[in-house]
C-alpha cells in the first residue's frame, strides 16, 4: 500500500488534452491525495479511470468557492488536499488562488505538482517572441469592455496570450486588430490532441477568415509584440527639453529626456544649453 501524503494543499496540473501527458507524480498525488478538489468531478472522474483508482472528490468552482473553502482550509491540517481543474494547471484563468493564499495564511503546506498548460503550449507553437509574454485570459464579451482591456494592454512591449471560445473568436480577432493594430498573431485550438493547429496570420486575415464562424474546441490566441516605436522628431525633443528645463538643469533635463526619448544625451545638453542662452 502507498505510503500517505503529507497533509497540505497539492496544486495538480492535468492533461489539456492527450490524457498521456499526465505526469507520473500527479498521478501518484491523485491516487493517494484524501480529497480531490474538482472544477467538475465528472471531467475529474474520467482522468482517475484513465489512472485506475477512485478518491473522494468535492466541487470546487467560481460559483461555490466562498462556501467550500473554509471547510478546505480546515481540513488541511489532517489532510492531503488535491486541487485539479478541467484541464491544464490550476489556477491559471481558473478558480484557485484564495484557496492558496488562505491555505498558506492558516500555515499549512502547499506543494505544486507542474504540467501542461494551455497558454505556455501555445506560444511553443505560434513562433512569436516568447523572451517576454502577457497573459490576458478571456476578453470581456460586451464590446466596450473588450475595447478598453484591449487599450489597457496595447503599449505592453510582450507577446499577448488570449484565452478565447470558437463562438467569440471573429469577433475578438476583429477587435484585436483596431484595437492593437494588424499585428503578426496566431489561433492556436485542440492543444495535444488529434486536430491540434496553430493558423498564423496577422490579426485581419485572422479576423476575415473566422469571421463566420470560429472553430471547435479550445483556443488561444497569440497576438506579437508592437513594433519599435518611430524615433523621436526633433519637435518632439525641443517639446520635452522646454519642459524639462523648467524644473531642472540643463544636464538633468538632457538626461531625463535622454532617457524617455532614447536620443544621444550631449546632443541634447547642447540643445538645451542653447535653449537656456
Not at 488534452?17 to 491523485?30: F, H, K, V
Not at 484557485?96 to 495564511?105: H, P, Q, S, T
Not at 526619448?261 to 547642447?270: F, P, S, T
Amino acid at each position: 500500500m502507498n505510503a500517505s501524503l503529507e497533509p497540505g494543499l497539492y496544486i495538480v496540473a492535468t492533461p489539456i488534452g492527450n490524457l498521456g501527458d499526465l505526469s507520473p507524480r500527479a498521478a501518484d498525488i491523485l491516487s493517494r491525495a484524501d480529497l480531490i478538489a474538482a472544477e467538475d468531478t465528472r471531467v475529474t472522474a474520467g482522468l482517475l479511470r484513465h489512472i485506475g483508482v477512485k478518491r473522494p472528490m468535492t466541487p470546487y468552482h467560481d460559483h461555490n468557492a466562498d462556501a467550500v473553502r473554509p471547510g478546505l482550509v480546515a481540513r488541511l491540517g489532517s489532510e492531503a488536499i488535491a486541487l485539479v481543474s478541467d484541464a491544464g494547471t490550476p489556477l491559471i484563468s481558473d478558480p484557485g488562488f484564495k484557496l492558496v493564499r488562505d491555505a498558506r495564511a492558516a500555515g499549512h503546506a502547499v506543494v505544486t505538482i507542474p504540467g501542461p498548460c494551455a497558454a505556455i503550449a501555445a506560444l511553443t507553437l505560434a513562433g512569436l517572441p516568447t523572451d517576454r509574454f502577457l497573459f490576458a485570459g478571456f476578453l470581456p464579451s460586451k464590446a466596450q469592455a473588450r475595447a478598453e482591456a484591449i487599450a489597457e494592454v496595447a503599449a505592453i512591449r510582450a507577446t499577448l496570450v488570449f484565452y478565447e471560445s470558437g463562438p467569440r473568436l471573429g469577433a475578438t480577432l476583429a477587435a484585436l486588430a483596431e484595437g492593437l493594430g494588424d499585428r503578426e498573431a496566431a489561433v492556436t485550438r485542440e492543444i495535444s490532441k488529434k486536430f491540434e493547429e496553430a493558423v498564423t496570420g496577422t490579426l485581419s486575415t485572422l479576423a476575415e477568415r473566422y469571421a463566420e464562424a470560429g472553430p471547435k474546441g479550445e483556443i488561444v490566441v497569440v497576438v506579437a509584440p508592437p513594433g519599435a516605436p518611430a524615433p523621436a522628431s526633433a519637435e518632439d525633443a525641443d517639446a520635452a527639453l522646454r519642459e524639462a528645463l523648467a524644473r531642472l538643469p540643463a544636464s538633468k533635463a538632457a538626461g531625463e529626456v535622454a532617457r524617455r526619448l532614447g536620443l544621444d544625451r550631449r546632443e541634447l545638453y547642447a540643445r538645451a544649453l542653447a535653449m537656456k542662452a
